[in-house]
T-cell receptor
């Protein structure tokens, strides 16, 4: 069974720092990996999607990398701002048959950026 | 730009009552799924569907029923509500081909007393 782990569970940094959130998964047979942001009391907002054949994706100050063979992904946030405070979740989609419809989630990293 | 719409946003039930959480998407997505989110437990998959007429169980299916009669709708039925089903429920959808990027609804906060 696919297991997804996110480290650290919580992170508190001053504004302006560059930071890295980590995601690891046990089964490298994935179709893609997706990073989400969740604000308190809200739904999940998609940030970046990396297909299994890709190494990285960028959107503004966010950069996500994927090393499928080692089962790792990182989300890099440049020049962090208080508005980046949220919980960040990674999820992998399996690439086998009917399980293609499933996402496996980590428990998230709760990020606080203070002014 | 409706995306994934969940109703209701909030609900309080008494133990033993039944109800249906609604989920609709307007993106013609094949894949739809239901998750529950509990503190310290993360997101857990309840049921999912890869197309109209096809459903399958996730990690925590007991006490829940689903059906997928149309591509757009994927309702989640609580058969006899229990306090252990107090949670926040999220519906998600994604295309079955290509990027398969998942989109989530805003959630239904359910309290069972």
């Amino acid at each position: 069974k696919q297991e997804v782990t996110q480290i650290p569970a919580a992170l508190s940094v001053p504004e302006g720092e560059n930071l890295v959130l980590n995601c690891s998964f046990t089964d490298s047979a994935i179709y893609n990996l997706q990073w989400f942001r969740q604000d308190p009391g809200k739904g999940l907002t998609s940030l970046l999607l990396i297909q299994s054949s890709q190494r990285e994706q960028t959107s503004g100050r966010l950069n996500a990398s994927l090393d499928k063979s080692s089962g790792r992904s990182t989300l890099y946030i440049a020049a962090s701002q208080p508005g980046d405070s949220a919980t960040y979740l990674c999820a992998v989609r399996a690439d086998r048959g009917s399980t293609l419809g499933r996402l496996y989630f980590g428990r998230g990293t709760q990020l606080t950026v203070w002014p | 730009n409706a995306g994934v719409t969940q109703t209701p946003k909030f609900q309080v039930l008494k133990t033993g009552q039944s109800m249906t959480l609604q989920c609709a998407q307007d993106m013609n997505h094949e894949y739809m799924s239901w998750y529950r989110q509990d503190p310290g437990m993360g997101l857990r998959l309840i049921h999912y569907s890869v197309g109209a007429g096809i459903t399958d169980q996730g990690e925590v299916p007991n006490g829940y029923n689903v059906s997928r009669s149309t591509t757009e709708d994927f309702p989640l039925r609580l058969l006899s509500a229990a306090p252990s089903q107090t949670s926040v429920y999220f519906c998600a959808s994604s295309s079955g081909t290509g990027k398969t990027e998942a989109f989530f609804g805003q959630g239904t906060r359910l309290t069972v007393v």
